[in-house]
């Protein structure tokens, strides 16, 4: 391969011709299927391949000096042949065939990880990540918090669209910021007394019926409860930062039980459509009284913030 450029001919498409000497290769949407003839990259740091036809990681031990690689919605079924890129800093292999978290032991500066969309049941090998500020498994099989104890520099952890029923096992995370457990099957809120940084709850479509244990996490901006089955308002007085209420599709009831935000006084948004009180032909007019705080119900500006 000589310095004029490397080629890459993906089917059915035109000759690409790329400098060997480029910082960023975007190669998305190029119908590969497989990688191979990568070595003239060698000041290569951000590698992009998404939406191509790779059914494995191969060939990528010349790349010493990448920083981040993009494998998103590729047809990937095992986690391979990376060690030598110990400078990684970002992995996405979201929107694969994935079952398995393994051979990443070597990619000790990772900071962000994305896992979205893939077939993983088990939450594992991945405890010496110990850089990792950011990790995404949302969309997979897990049916466990677990194995996450080592990760103490974690600030985003995503794990919705799963199947766990308990959140437990996320004591050591006390750097956490934001904590998303979506569309599990959750049905208490509990053990989160140690997350006192967090700012951004988000536990919508689960099956809790209770607010509950809250009352430490004092720093929360966003709260989304959002299509459960709660009735009551509660446990959120101690919550002075709270600016985004999300209570859509549960079982509020009583216009009394609202009163109890008046003491959040940073609240800017609700969202209580889909509840009983939502029926109330004043329901607007009520949240405004009852809540002059408010800056915006269910998606829509409240009349005095209107420019």
């Known amino acids: 391969m000589s310095n004029a ?9 035109e000759v690409t011709v790329i400098s060997p000497d480029c910082l960023e290769l975007d190669l998305c949407h190029h119908r590969i299927r497989k990688l191979e003839h990568l070595e003239p990259l060698r000041k290569i740091e951000r590698l992009y391949l998404r939406r191509n036809l790779l059914k494995k990681i191969e060939n990528l031990h010349t790349l010493t000096t990448l920083m981040e690689l993009e494998l998103y919605d590729n ?7 990376l060690d030598s890129l110990t400078k990684l800093n970002i992995l996405d292999l979201s929107f694969n065939r994935l ?28 405890g010496m990540l110990t850089n990792l500020t950011m990790l995404e498994l949302g969309d ?24 766990i029923s308990k959140i437990e096992n996320l004591d050591n995370l006390v750097n956490l910021e934001i904590l998303s ?4 099957r959750i049905v ?32 929360l901006e966003t ?12 446990d959120l007085k101690a919550m002075e930062q709270l600016e985004e209420l999300w209570m859509s599709s549960n079982n509020v009831y ?51 913030t209107i420019f």
């Open 5 to 13: 450029g490397m080629r890459i001919v993906p089917p059915d498409d």
């Open 188 to 219: 208490k809120i509990e053990n989160l007394d140690k997350l006192v940084k967090l700012t951004q709850l988000y536990l919508s479509e689960n099956g809790i019926e209770v607010m509950e244990n809250l009352s430490t996490l004092t720093g």
């Open 254 to 304: 009583d216009w009394k039980n609202i009163n109890v935000l008046k003491d959040n006084r940073k609240l800017r948004t609700i969202y209580l459509e889909g509840n009983p009180v939502a029926n109330d032909i004043r329901y607007r007019a009520k949240l405004s009284d009852m809540l002059p705080q408010l800056r915006k119900i269910d998606a829509t500006y409240c009349r005095a």
């Open 181 to 184: 457990l979506q569309a599990n």
């Open 75 to 81: 047809q990937i079924t095992k986690i391979e042949n």
């Open 223 to 234: 709260l989304d409860l959002s299509q459960n089955r709660i009735k009551m308002i509660a």
């Open 140 to 163: 997979n099989k897990l049916k466990k918090i677990e194995n996450l104890g080592t990760l103490v520099g974690l600030r985003q952890l995503f794990l919705g669209k799963n199947k």
């Open 99 to 126: 079952t398995k978290l393994e051979n990443l032991e070597k990619l000790v500066n990772l900071q962000k990880l994305y896992f979205v969309a893939n077939k993983i049941t088990v939450i594992e090998n991945i």
